[in-house]
């Protein structure tokens, strides 16, 4: 199986996001209220939807399927 870089550079994107380890460098900004939780905590939960977004996908497209013989 052929490594694809995009994909890979794709999965280090949105998990560098989904972990809340850089907030701190915003201060108070992170944790003013956004849908009744604070930023940090509502971007994770959407770098997570996307990382689960690109694996649905990568396993739909590109899941080698099976020959009946």
Do not use: N
């Amino acid at each position: 199986m052929k490594l694809r870089w995009p994909i890979v550079v794709t999965y280090l994107l949105l998990f560098a996001i989904a972990i809340p380890w850089y907030w701190s460098a915003f201060g108070e900004a992170a944790t003013q209220p956004l849908l009744g939780l604070p930023r940090w905590v509502m971007v994770s939960i959407l770098g997570s939807a996307g990382i689960s977004v690109l694996t649905s996908w990568i396993i739909l497209k590109h899941w080698p399927e099976e020959d009946d013989k």
